[in-house]
Nanobody, 123 residues
Framework: QVQLVESGGDLVQPGGSLRLSCVAS????????VAWFRQGPGKDREGVGC??????FYDDSVQGRFSVSRDFAKHTVYLFMNSLKPEDTATYYC??????????????????WGQGTQVTVAH
């Protein structure tokens, strides 16, 4: 049974940094892609960044500020967030799909989801 568990959400001041972690269990191989999504108050869920065998991809709103990396040995995918803004406030979810590709433009390809971790950017 595949399970994704996010952690690392916190209250941080504007301009600050945060690292989110997504630990995956239940995959028998490493051929799965992982994406980070977020849903802010009153907003639709949106893709932030993803990592796959083809590389990493980011939404324009976070390009240059956020980065995604992966530690295969720890079955963990990280979302590094820098220069945080109040509009980054959201619940952040990691999602996974088997195969080698990923996308931040759609969530329909992702079969597995974590429970989310809250990030609040405020003074």
């Amino acid at each position: 049974q595949v399970q994704l568990v996010e952690s690392g959400g916190d209250l941080v001041q504007p301009g600050g940094s945060l690292r989110l972690s997504c630990v995956a269990s239940g995959f028998t191989t490493d051929d799965y892609a992982v994406a980070w999504f977020r849903q802010g108050p009153g907003k639709d869920r949106e893709g932030v960044g993803c990592i796959s065998d083809s590389g990493t991809f980011y939404d324009d709103s976070v390009q240059g500020r956020f980065s995604v990396s992966r530690d295969f040995a720890k079955h963990t995918v990280y979302l590094f967030m820098n220069s945080l803004k109040p509009e980054d406030t959201a619940t952040y979810y990691c999602a996974a799909t088997r195969g080698y590709g990923c996308s931040v433009a759609t969530d329909v390809i992702y079969r597995f989801w974590g429970q989310g971790t809250q990030v609040t950017v405020a003074h």
